[in-house]
């Protein structure tokens, strides 16, 4: 690492990104902010359905500034193009990213990133998803499943806590244990880097385009 090097993290408030995080933290790179890119009509992380209230508290747990961007699905790229200028005012020369293996969805965020004169990072690439799920959960983090896509996955794991026992489902039914085609995604409520945990409870479920979602609300989850 070179002498003024300072990092943004690309955050969803899932699994894939606090582990990001996590790895870039004990290798000792200055994460100064966390970026979320979130849905400006329903205020709510897109795919992942949180609101970005609790995206919030998550980034205030370990006490890492949140930068919000709010986006619709046809002015994300030029949303995207305008973070990565702030973050360069900001002093920032890197950003971090949660990717495992979508070569496609890498490709997209590295272009424009490098292109910016930004520094790409992924410090989950080309892993196992087995391996780093485990990880995930072996670190001590708590997750919770907001949505599930009905195709691929179990309506009962919408709203479980992410556990071995359920990633060792995932093998069984032959999906990707990260869910990084789309098979589930998660909200953390706490864990190592967390001062505390986030209270969290679930809330309505809704059905959408193939799609199951629970809300994630404040308040005290009893199964967790």
């Given at each position: 690492?070179?002498?003024?090097?300072?990092?943004?993290?690309?955050?969803?408030?899932?699994?894939?990104?606090?582990?990001?995080?996590?790895?870039?933290?004990?290798?000792?790179?200055?994460?100064?902010?966390?970026?979320?890119?979130?849905?400006?009509?329903?205020?709510?992380?897109?795919?992942?359905?949180?609101?970005?209230?609790?995206?919030?508290?998550?980034?205030?747990?370990?006490?890492?500034?949140?930068?919000?961007?709010?986006?619709?699905?046809?002015?994300?790229?030029?949303?995207?193009?305008?973070?990565?200028?702030?973050?360069?005012?900001?002093?920032?020369?890197?950003?971090?990213?949660?990717?495992?293996?979508?070569?496609?969805?890498?490709?997209?965020?590295?272009?424009?990133?490098?292109?910016?004169?930004?520094?790409?990072?992924?410090?989950?690439?080309?892993?196992?998803?087995?391996k780093l799920v485990r990880e995930f959960i072996e670190r001590g983090y708590s997750a919770v499943l907001t949505c599930i896509e009905l195709a691929r996955a179990r309506e009962e794991w919408l709203g479980a806590p992410l556990s071995i026992p359920l990633v060792e489902d995932f093998e069984r039914v032959g999906i990707d244990p990260c869910g990084e085609r789309g098979e589930y995604h998660t909200f953390v409520s706490a864990g190592p880097l967390f001062a505390a945990p986030i209270p969290v409870r679930l809330g309505e479920i809704v059905t959408q385009n193939g799609f199951r979602l629970v809300d994630i609300v404040p308040g005290i989850m009893p199964d967790l």
């Amino acid at each position: 690492m070179q002498e003024n090097e300072q990092y943004a993290l690309s955050f969803s408030g899932g699994k894939d990104s606090m582990l990001a995080l996590d790895r870039a933290i004990r290798a000792g790179l200055p994460v100064r902010y966390l970026v979320t890119m979130f849905d400006e009509a329903s205020q709510r992380v897109r795919f992942h359905g949180v609101p970005i209230e609790l995206i919030q508290a998550q980034a205030d747990a370990p006490g890492i500034p949140l930068l919000r961007y709010p986006t619709r699905p046809e002015n994300f790229e030029a949303i995207f193009l305008s973070s990565l200028r702030d973050l360069r005012e900001r002093s920032v020369t890197g950003i971090i990213f949660g990717n495992i293996h979508l070569a496609d969805v890498r490709a997209w965020y590295e272009e424009r990133t490098v292109a910016a004169g930004l520094k790409h990072v992924e410090p989950l690439w080309g892993e196992a998803p087995g391996k780093l799920v485990r990880e995930f959960i072996e670190r001590g983090y708590s997750a919770v499943l907001t949505c599930i896509e009905l195709a691929r996955a179990r309506e009962e794991w919408l709203g479980a806590p992410l556990s071995i026992p359920l990633v060792e489902d995932f093998e069984r039914v032959g999906i990707d244990p990260c869910g990084e085609r789309g098979e589930y995604h998660t909200f953390v409520s706490a864990g190592p880097l967390f001062a505390a945990p986030i209270p969290v409870r679930l809330g309505e479920i809704v059905t959408q385009n193939g799609f199951r979602l629970v809300d994630i609300v404040p308040g005290i989850m009893p199964d967790l």
